[in-house]
């Protein structure tokens, strides 16, 4: 079964701080991986995915992660953070199977203050 | 271009009783997921529906069940209903036609409280 760790589950930082949300997953096949992020009173938003290629992507409003295999890794990362990230930040992992891909594995959720 | 949709938005049941959420895919996708939020929780998969069949199944009792429709529309039916299946029910969708089955879109979700 997929297992997926988020190491932090309560961040502050000030504006314009760099963040760094680590990420760890379990799973001997082959995933894609997601990060998604929940901002207050909205729904799941997807930010950034890897299915295959590039290890490094890019999300939206200037989120990236680096996906490291033999780590098993995921980190998501933004180098100057704003008022307007404070949210709850989610990790995912799915296996691909059958031409389609499997339900999403979640981890617990790091909740992201943002101090102005 | 419509998104997922979900409702009811809240809803307030007693013990034992049964619910029905209802969900309908964005526009072109065929597979809908379900997903349980407890509070402070990521969520958890319950199922998922392709061609009106459960595909795949999370680790949950058979009080939850599910159907799709030919419309690709989905139900989550809850029966004989728990404190603890108080959560915030997500819906899912992916696939299809000109879509790829590897990222999923998020409805807002239906807020249960079982009291």
């Known amino acids: 079964a997929q297992s997926v760790s988020q190491h932090n589950h309560h961040v502050i930082l000030s504006e314009a701080a760099s963040l760094e949300l680590g990420c760890n997953y379990s799973?001997?096949?082959?995933?894609?991986l997601f990060w998604y992020v929940q901002y207050p009173g909205q729904h799941l938003q997807l930010l950034l995915k890897?299915?295959?290629?590039?290890?490094l992507v890019k999300g939206i409003k200037g989120f990236e992660a680096e996906f490291i295999k033999s780590k098993f890794s995921f980190n998501l990362r933004k180098p100057s953070v704003q008022w307007s990230d404070t949210a709850e930040y989610f990790c995912?992992?799915?296996?691909?199977?059958?031409?389609?891909?499997?339900?999403?594995?979640f981890g617990k959720g790091t909740h992201l203050i943002i101090q102005p | 271009d419509a998104g997922v949709t979900q409702s009811p938005t809240h809803l307030i049941k007693t013990r034992g009783q049964q619910v029905t959420l209802r969900c309908s895919p964005k526009?072109?996708?065929?597979?809908v997921s379900w997903y349980q939020q407890a509070l402070g929780q990521g969520p958890q998969f319950i199922f998922q529906?392709?061609?009106?069949?459960?595909?795949q199944r999370g680790n949950f009792p058979d009080r939850f069940s599910g159907h799709q429709f030919p419309n690709y529309s989905s139900e989550l039916n809850v029966n004989a209903l728990l404190l603890g299946d108080s959560a915030l029910y997500l819906c899912?969708?992916?696939?299809?036609?000109?879509?790829?089955?590897?990222?999923?879109?998020f409805g807002p979700g239906t807020r249960l409280t079982v009291l």
């Open positions: 995912a992992v799915n296996a691909r199977s059958g031409g389609g891909a499997d339900g999403l594995t």
């Open positions: 799973y001997g096949g082959t995933v894609n």
């Open positions: 899912a969708s992916s696939g299809g036609h000109l879509h790829s089955y590897n990222e999923q879109f």
């Open positions: 890897y299915f295959s290629g590039d290890p």
């Open positions: 529906y392709y061609e009106e069949e459960e595909r």
């Open positions: 526009s072109g996708h065929d597979t």
